[in-house]
Every structure is written in C-alpha cells, then in structure tokens.
C-alpha cells in the first residue's frame, strides 16, 4: 500500500507515542490503535463500514473504496 497523506491515510511499520514525538503525519496530542478481527474485515467486504470510537470524543469511519480492485 502506498501512503496518501493528503487523504489522512499512511502504512506504517511502526507505531510511535504521539505524546513523545512526530507521527507521519506530524504533531499529534494523542493516538488509539483499532485491531481488526475476521469479521471487521467481512463487513468491509460486504460493503460495511467500521465506526471506529477516538477517545470518547470523535468518531471515524472505516471502508472499503469501490473503485480499488480486489484480490480475493
């Protein structure tokens, strides 16, 4: 995966603490990581998306773009 920092979206091998230094996306006040199990990665492909709740405060959505090409 290619990272697309304007759409907010980057693959990284390393998690940092946003608290101690820059992520790839720069300053930060905070992060939360999400693990996805089998059936969160099913429910993307059955055109769901995943609500992902930040901290109490904020909400993302998770999903699956149509227009890339799947290889399953």
Same mark, same amino acid.
């Given at each position: 995966? /290619? ?7 980057? #693959? ?5 603490? =946003? ?19 089998? /059936?969160?990665?099913? =429910? ?6 995943? =609500? ?7 909400? #993302?959505?998770?999903?699956?773009? =149509? ?6």
């Amino acid at each position: 995966m /290619q990272s697309d920092l304007e759409r907010g979206i980057a #693959a990284t091998e390393k998690i940092v603490d =946003a608290d101690e230094e820059n992520t790839v996306f720069g300053k930060r006040w905070g992060s939360q990581l999400f693990r996805l199990t089998e /059936q969160d990665i099913d =429910a993307l492909h059955q055109g769901k998306y995943l =609500a992902l709740d930040i901290r109490g405060e904020y909400i #993302a959505y998770l999903g699956i773009s =149509a227009t890339e090409e799947r290889h399953d």
